[in-house]
Every structure is written in structure tokens, then in C-alpha cells.
């Protein structure tokens, strides 16, 4: 039960994008199509998943006073791993990603778990709270990607859903349609939330 609960916190109650509010930057960038989505999503559950573990094993053999530079390496290892991985078996989406895979390494979701939870927890709880935070992450992410690639390209995973007909709606495949897709997938939620605590009421 504990568990569950450490894996749906980073799906609802503390999703890095909806509630948290971090790593926004790369997730408004990457959303331009279902795919980039994602492919970043699984790219920071993976780098997330196993820094978590690797510093929860032997974050009682870390000093203090090297923890930050040790937790970078350790992020940019898994980080290099997903990169070189991608380049080498989808590197159409490697290309489309471009440089916000090699940013997974500084990407505030992650240093925040590390540091916040994985250098403080068992390996049991690191690895539901890792996967809880990149499936919340990447439910988010697939969510304003499914919306910016329908309306800005009439297609979903390259599939054209409107036909020839359609004219594309380009505004959402540019940043400002970015900021507003995610304004809109919040606004959602917040609703949800506040009729969640009618019901309960």
C-alpha cells in the first residue's frame, strides 16, 4: 500500500508539470508531436529510474560536501546512455529532440528527486516514486503534444486524422501554442480537482 501511494503521488498529487511546475522548458519544446512526447517521457523515466536507485544504494557512501557534483555524474551517465541510444536506434527522434536529451542531465525534476528523495529513501521507495514521477511526467507530456500535433498538423503519430482537407493550425506548433496547450491541460485539471472536492464534500 505504501508503495502505491509513493507511485500515484508523482501521477496526481505532485506531477512535476501540473503541480510542481518543473522542467518546463524542454517539455513545452519536445510536445510538437506525440512522438517527441514520448520519446521524452521514456527518456527521463529511464535517467530518472536509475539515478534514483544507483544514489539510494550508496547514498550512505557519499560525503556530504561532493553529494551535488557526484549526483550530476551519476544523471549524466544514464543520460549519455539514453542519448547515444537514441541516436543509434531512433535517430529521427534524436534529431527532432535535438539538444533536450543532453539536458535531461540538468532538468530540475530529476536533480530535485535525487537530492529530495533518493539520498534519503530506500531503493524499494525510489523506484515507485522514480516511476510515479516519469509516467505523471510523461502522461503530461503525450496530453499537450496529442493536442499541439492534432490541431497544428491535423495528424496524430504522423497519422492524418482530418484529412486533405484540413488546414493546419500552425499557432500550436510554435511556442506561444505551447504556453497555451499546457495553460488549458491545467486549467483541466484544476477543474478536476476542485470537482473531486465538491463530491467528497
Known sequence: MKYVK?????????NPLL??????????????SVANGIGMGLSMTFVLLMSEV?????????????????FI?????????VDYMLKAYFPDLSKAMGVFI???????IIMGRVEG??????VGDCIFDSLGMGVGY?????????????????????????????????????PPGGFI????VMSFNAFLKSKNKEARA
Open 73 to 81: 555524474i551519476v544523471i549524466a551517465a544514464f543520460t549519455t546512455i
Open 6 to 14: 509513493i507511485f500515484v503521488n508523482g501521477l496526481v498529487k505532485e
Open 54 to 70: 544507483v544514489i539510494s544504494v550508496f547514498r550512505k557512501l557519499i560525503p556530504e560536501s561532493v553529494r551535488i557534483p557526484i
Open 117 to 122: 528523495f533518493a539520498s534519503k529513501q530506500s
Open 181 to 184: 496547450v499546457f495553460a488549458l
Open 19 to 32: 503541480v510542481l511546475m518543473i522542467g518546463l522548458c524542454s517539455s513545452l519544446a519536445v510536445t510538437t
Open 102 to 108: 543532453p539536458l535531461i542531465v540538468v532538468n530540475c
Open 138 to 174: 510523461t502522461w503530461v507530456l503525450v496530453a499537450i503534444s496529442l493536442i499541439r500535433e492534432l490541431l497544428g498538423n491535423g495528424s496524430i503519430l504522423g497519422l492524418s486524422i482530418f484529412g486533405d482537407g484540413y488546414t493546419p493550425i500552425l499557432f500550436f506548433v510554435l
